[in-house]
């Protein structure tokens, strides 16, 4: 009893110190560690491969879009960068430089990649000469490095792993729709293949992607009411085309700047899925994209121990060839006590517990992570009601998180109340504001809340409201919320 004390011990309650909590969930769920090097992180196997199934769904996703991969240098020519005024200021103080390579100087220093819009567009300008040229879709999966002053594992580091798309079109009415297009794959995907919900919205001017005309997030709860950017898409304009003069013969034989878009997610989405969707005994990932699925636990007694062993060896050969990612825990190091809080912990969606008195009734145990409830399997059937079990898991915790989304948006009277529900943590706040940056900038320097987004759906203000700060007319219905 007192080990298994000693156990549910390890990650402190989420309400009492969410931050507390989320760092101890990836690191006993070894999803990551830090590094010797400020600000980076290791990631480890069980959470790379968390990563690599978030990438794998989302870049079938993008292609099914018509886009294709490429990658570029992770070096970017200083000369570059300072061809985009707005986007380099934006930057500056994040970037590093490589100014040596070895005892030599090089003639010029070259950043190591924020983000690749200038040595992709100067790439572009080499690519495009006509029309037909044109879309241009072209999606990057890389590693990027922002020299990050504040450092969280997963949500903020120094080095990241992300997707950036990168595309050029012939008129601003394409680039528009592919901005919003993407933005939607984001949505879609996150709520279909992460669970998490998301809300599609503009970002202020003050929010906005430095060198873009608009930037679109789509923005998601986390569990202590504080909101995640969990994507973003820029419609980039011709201000990046008119930098790296990026032109094209139209159809009419006069030359033209393309308009571009740009849009991307990050392993941040990794941090987002532990705090949108862990409880106070770790994490808990939805079947879709779970590094294992299914964990098969036998029940061991030394009398029954090679009976049941080779039963539980066998089920998991069977889920395994129905296609489920599983794993076989015959660690006799540890009893199934233990096991079961590890991988409740690590947020396998589904245990099946196989014991001697399971195997006389020719049946299995199964437990789900996201409710906890428990019932038995004919062995006989196991295959199929696992997939039934997974399916009903991956439903639940979208329906969870959309509640918990929904009773965590409120709307405020007063700028009283708007502070009041803000330090009560309850989550995304919906009010009306004036259009002003002045007025922005207040309430962000007095409460630490930012404008999320101006939803794409409900985002005018009802006539005759207020802003709750300046008085004046509303030209919005904003989201605020304090923010990751």
């Not at 020299?147 to 997963?154: A, I, P, Q």
């Not at 012939?170 to 297009?181: F, G, M, N």
């Not at 849009?263 to 294992?292: E, F, H, K, N, Y």
């Not at 405020?412 to 504001?433: C, H, M, N, T």
Request: charged share 30%; hydrophobic share 40%; net charge negative.
């Amino acid at each position: 009893m007192a080990k298994k004390k000693a156990f549910e011990d390890a990650l402190p309650a989420r309400s009492e110190n969410f931050s507390e909590w989320y760092v101890d969930v990836v690191r006993k769920a070894e999803l990551a560690d830090y590094s010797d090097i400020r600000g980076c992180m290791i990631i480890r196997p069980y959470g790379y491969t968390l990563w690599e199934n978030v990438r794998d769904a989302l870049d079938r996703r993008i292609k099914q879009t018509g886009h294709v991969n490429a990658y570029f240098p992770l070096f970017i020519p200083e000369s570059y960068l300072m061809k985009e005024a707005e986007h380099v200021e934006g930057f500056a103080p994040e970037v590093p430089w490589v100014t040596h390579v070895g005892e030599e100087k090089l003639e010029e220093r070259l950043a190591i990649r924020p983000t690749s819009e200038t040595i992709i567009c100067a790439t572009y300008a080499k690519w495009i000469q006509s029309y037909r040229d044109l879309p241009l879709l072209i999606n990057q999966w890389a590693n990027v490095v922002r020299w990050e002053k504040r450092t969280r594992l997963f949500l903020r580091t120094t080095e990241f792993l992300w997707q950036e798309g990168h595309t050029c079109h012939r008129t601003e009415e394409e680039a528009v729709v592919e901005t919003l297009k993407m933005l939607k794959v984001y949505h879609d995907f996150l709520r279909e293949d992460l669970a998490l919900p998301t809300i599609m919205g503009k970002k202020t001017e003050a929010e906005k992607f430095a060198g873009a005309v608009d930037t679109y997030c789509v923005e998601a709860l986390m569990g202590d009411g504080w909101a995640l950017q969990a994507g973003t898409s820029h419609m980039l304009g011709q201000n990046f085309a008119k930098a790296f003069n990026i032109k094209f013969l139209d159809e009419d034989n006069t030359e033209k700047f393309v308009w571009q878009t740009s849009w991307g997610v990050s392993t941040r989405l990794v941090g987002g899925l532990i705090m949108g969707q862990g409880d106070d005994a770790g994490l808990r990932l939805p079947p879709r994209v779970a590094p294992i699925q299914v964990v098969v636990v036998p029940i061991i007694f030394e009398d029954s121990k090679e009976q049941v062993l080779a039963a539980a060896r066998e089920l998991t050969a069977r889920l395994e060839t129905a296609g489920f990612r599983v794993r076989l825990d015959d660690r006799e190091w540890h009893n199934a006590g233990f096991k079961r809080h590890d991988w409740e912990l690590r947020g396998v969606p589904l245990r099946v517990e196989v014991g001697p008195k399971d195997l006389a009734q020719n049946q299995a145990f199964a437990a789900r992570r996201d409710t906890g409830e428990k019932e038995a399997i004919g062995l006989d059937g196991l295959p199929a009601r696992v997939g039934e079990l997974l399916d009903a898991i991956q439903r639940t915790m979208l329906r969870q998180a959309e509640e918990f989304l929904a009773g965590h948006t409120t709307e405020v009277g007063s700028y009283e109340e708007f502070k009041r529900v803000l330090d009560e943590g309850k989550g995304l706040i919906r009010a009306p504001w004036d259009g002003d940056p002045a007025t922005e900038a207040r309430v962000k320097e007095e409460t630490k809340a930012t404008i999320r987004c101006i939803p794409l759906e409900g985002g005018e203000a009802p006539a005759g409201a207020t802003d709750l700060v300046s008085g004046r007319p509303a030209r919005h219905l904003v989201l605020y919320a304090r923010a990751y």
